[in-house]
């Protein structure tokens, strides 16, 4: 049986967190992208950004797992 407790856990983090850390990484994102077309330094950057951009998606669907940390 999942436990409930992680559901409200990762809505919470997903409402709160999620949203303004996908939006940062998003602004970042579009400038290291274009960077690293022109230069390989700025490729794990702009990785490490697009990691940010997907992680409303991550929360969501651990929400709806109920998945712990651990």
Same mark, same amino acid.
């Given at each position: 049986?999942?436990?409930?407790?992680?559901?409200?856990?990762?809505?919470?983090?997903?409402?709160?967190? !999620?949203?303004?850390? /996908?939006?940062?990484?998003?602004?970042?994102?579009?400038?290291?992208?274009?960077?690293?077309?022109?230069?390989?330094?700025?490729? !794990?950057? /702009?990785?490490?950004?697009?990691?940010?951009?997907?992680?409303?998606?991550?929360? /969501?669907?651990?929400?709806?797992?109920?998945?712990?940390?651990?």
């Amino acid at each position: 049986m999942r436990n409930p407790l992680w559901f409200c856990f990762w809505l919470i983090v997903l409402l709160v967190v !999620s949203f303004v850390v /996908a939006l940062l990484g998003a602004v970042f994102y579009i400038f290291t992208y274009l960077f690293a077309q022109c230069c390989d330094c700025f490729r !794990s950057v /702009a990785d490490f950004c697009l990691k940010c951009v997907q992680f409303p998606g991550y929360c /969501a669907a651990a929400m709806l797992n109920c998945q712990s940390l651990c």
